[in-house]
């Protein structure tokens, strides 16, 4: 009789301790959208409901994140962990950051054609040069290969290729040599990679490019005057408005490999409790992987989650697998080298062994 009293009573003390035992307080600050908010909230919740923490998460701007994190934790306000952009500046790095980073959403660059155009799409480099100078029309309907092409009539392009972009170009020089942001980068590839871009730029076989290339990349593609591009994930939901059939491919592959930068967001700690510790670790889980492809349809570089997305042949996942992660530094270089340098080699300003020397240069004094 005593047990059938004990127990009841039992069970409603441990529940009523689970519901009002303290909790500690995880603080996540984050640049994620309203809708990416919310799968995270999913996500943490379930982690809350096995431990006995809170979690307290504030979404601020993209723009200026790690500005507004220091001014933050400079006002005395706590924060545990933070996603920010892969390229984290080195002031803010060498300041906060506890232990190395957690890659939480990740991104690259895939080729992206316009299926009713281009069938099958180029697999290598070679097959894209060819289809480059096969595919862009003067206004009589030559193309390169005949005899009577106007290079100073183009009607119609084959592809937008960013030239003054390190982001986009990396593409093509990293495909040909898988050592180009190395010291070991091989100046015979090198130079034929740079002698390819400035045939194609010196006999207009891709347009010439404002400073604001990518609004104009897109344009032009959503209404059909480029056939083909280099583009992220981030545009998809944006062509598909377009009414455009587009097909996605892996980068056309070089003498190395099929090239493409990592972009994206990483999980950083700046409170080393015990608490946070964990929090954090559980953020670097598989389950938290498919859980933020679930609800975000973001992809962290799991190798199991890019195994199984691949297999559902997800071409981003496939690309990822072979893409390079660019950190602050690489993509400093990156632009200082192709938004300037790059473009003085294609209005012949400089040859091709000093275009070759300011690379190396930069790689070994960055």
């Not at 871009?197 to 480029?226: A, G």
């Not at 632009?335 to 000093?354: A, H």
Request: glycine fraction near 4%.
């Amino acid at each position: 009789m005593k047990l059938k009293i004990i127990i009841p009573l039992l069970i409603i003390i441990l529940i009523l301790s689970y519901f009002f035992l303290p909790r500690k307080t995880i603080t996540i600050v984050t640049q994620m959208s309203e809708d990416e908010k919310n799968g995270l909230e999913k996500i943490m919740k379930l982690y809350s409901l096995t431990h006995f923490v809170k979690f307290n998460i504030e979404r601020i701007p993209f723009s200026g994140h790690f500005s507004r994190i220091d001014e933050i934790i400079n006002s005395g306000q706590k924060i545990d962990i933070a996603r920010v952009d892969i390229k984290t500046p080195k002031w803010f790095e060498e300041k906060y950051i506890k232990t190395h980073p957690i890659l939480q959403s990740v991104d690259c660059l895939v080729m992206l054609y316009n299926k009713k155009e281009v069938q099958p799409p180029p697999k290598t480099l070679n097959e894209l040069w060819a289809f480059i100078e096969e595919n862009t029309y003067d206004i009589n309907g030559n193309n390169f290969k005949s005899s009577k092409f106007d290079k100073n009539k183009i009607n119609e392009y084959a592809i937008y290729l960013p030239y003054n972009s390190g982001w986009w170009m990396s593409t093509i020089f990293g495909s040909e040599d898988e050592n180009f942001l190395t010291v070991n980068v091989n100046k015979e590839r090198f130079i034929y990679t740079a002698k390819k871009i400035k045939h194609l730029y010196k006999n207009h076989l891709i347009p010439k490019i404002s400073n604001n290339f990518y609004d104009e990349m897109m344009k032009m593609f959503e209404q059909n005057e480029v056939k083909i591009i280099f583009n992220g994930p981030w545009s998809f939901s944006s062509i598909q408005k377009s009414n455009i059939d587009f097909g996605i491919s892996l980068i056309p592959k070089g003498k190395d490999t099929s090239f493409s930068p990592i972009g994206g967001q990483q999980w950083i700690l700046l409170n080393n409790s015990k608490t946070a510790e964990k929090v954090f670790k559980y953020l670097s889980t598989d389950k938290v992987a498919d859980l933020f492809y679930k609800y975000n349809k973001t992809i962290m570089p799991k190798e199991k989650l890019l195994n199984t997305l691949q297999k559902n042949n997800n071409i981003v996942a496939a690309q990822l697998k072979l893409a390079t992660k660019i950190d602050e530094r690489l993509n400093n270089i990156l632009f200082k080298f192709f938004s300037k340098i790059f473009v003085d080699y294609l209005n012949d300003k400089i040859d091709e062994n000093v275009l070759f020397n300011y690379w190396t240069n930069l790689i070994k004094e960055n």
